[in-house]
């Protein structure tokens, strides 16, 4: 067994978890503090002793989804000087989460927040709003170091990279998590770096 393995699951990481399930093995359908306290094997006030809300259960799960990627956003950018290969891999990265992480999909496209505290969905706009901004620092970075350019303006190249990523996300959703956001991956990637660099 591994060290994570080995270490004792807090039980607030307990909860988070899930809720990821919860929302991965129940598309569609709300989750209640009532079911989700079945779930984990608590009563309902137990779980209010580890988050005040469900609003906060959800902001757990946002910020969980925030570090892993913007964490390794910055190696990304720290061992790789490509442009193109730095963009690759902040696309890949985000596919590839949202594919190993299917509850945490519904709430990057706002299906598991709907009818929830508008705070969370301002949240995930700004954590989209975050990756476009990184992409277009790598561009423009490329740009003004590399000399090199670009088909399209930087926003309009940023934007289309992330647009395919959310699509891919929400389809996988939409399919119930049987379309993969990584499959034929390759393929689009190809087209994109054909239509942008």
Not at 25 to 32: D, E, L
Not at 61 to 77: A, D, G, M, V
Not at 102 to 131: H, K, S, T, Y
Not at 137 to 151: F, K, N, P
Request: charged share 25%.
């Amino acid at each position: 067994m591994t060290a994570v393995s080995e270490r004792k699951i807090s039980r607030r990481e307990q909860i988070l978890q899930c809720l990821a399930r919860m929302l991965e093995h129940s598309p569609g359908n709300r989750i209640t503090i009532s079911k989700l306290a079945k779930e984990v094997g608590v009563s309902e006030a137990a779980l209010y002793r580890h988050f005040p809300s469900k609003t906060k259960m959800f902001e757990g799960l946002i910020i969980y989804i925030e570090e892993s990627i913007f964490s390794r956003i910055n190696i990304i950018l720290q061992d790789e000087n490509s442009t193109v290969v730095r963009c690759q891999l902040i696309l890949n990265l985000m596919l590839g989460f949202a594919q190993n992480n299917p509850g945490m999909c519904r709430i990057l496209i706002g299906d598991a927040l709907a009818g929830e505290d508008d705070r969370l969905r301002v949240r995930v706009a700004q954590f989209f709003e975050r990756v476009e901004l990184q992409l277009k620092q790598v561009i423009r970075e490329a740009q003004i170091r590399d000399q090199q350019s670009v088909q399209l303006p930087n926003t309009v190249c940023a934007n289309l990279m992330l647009c395919l990523v959310e699509g891919r996300i929400s389809q996988f959703v939409r399919s119930e998590f049987k379309k993969m956001p990584m499959q034929d991956w390759d393929l689009n990637w190809q087209g994109l770096h054909r239509a942008i660099f």
